[in-house]
């Protein structure tokens, strides 16, 4: 059974920090990118960083959290459980959605069930 479990949203004050993490669990094949969206009341789901499961780990921001915001992945080697991390500084009221972690193989795309962040001013 596949599993993204996010965890680490909540209430802060703008200018303060979060960390969200996500255990990933149960997808067989070969995961090439995970990343993060949210998605704000009355708005679409957007990309907010994803990095891929290659050697290099390579990431790509929303220009939005570009600087303030860093994606980082654990170093496991297999699929058995992944977790990946949104280290978010210098939140600003904007930056309040629900928070989806979301992993890619060739073939499928999963999701949690999200996680919410609210940044009060």
């Known amino acids: 059974q596949v599993q993204l479990v996010e965890s680490g949203g909540g209430l802060v004050q703008a200018g303060g920090s979060l960390r969200l993490s996500c255990a990933a669990s149960?997808?067989?094949?070969?995961?090439?990118?995970m990343g993060w969206f949210r998605q704000a009341p009355g708005k679409q789901r957007e990309l907010v960083a994803t990095?891929?499961?290659?050697?290099?780990?390579?990431?790509?921001?929303?220009?939005s959290v570009k600087g303030r915001f860093t994606i980082s992945r654990d170093n496991a080697r297999d699929n058995a459980k992944i977790s990946v991390f949104l280290q978010m500084n210098s939140l600003k009221p904007e930056d309040t959605a629900v928070y989806f972690c979301?992993?890619?193989?060739?073939?499928?795309?999963?999701w949690g069930k999200g996680t919410l962040v609210t940044v009060s001013s």
């Open positions: 990095i891929t499961m290659t050697t290099d780990g390579k990431t790509d921001y929303a220009d």
């Open positions: 149960g997808i067989i094949r070969p995961i090439n990118t």
């Open positions: 979301n992993a890619e193989t060739w073939r499928e795309d999963y």
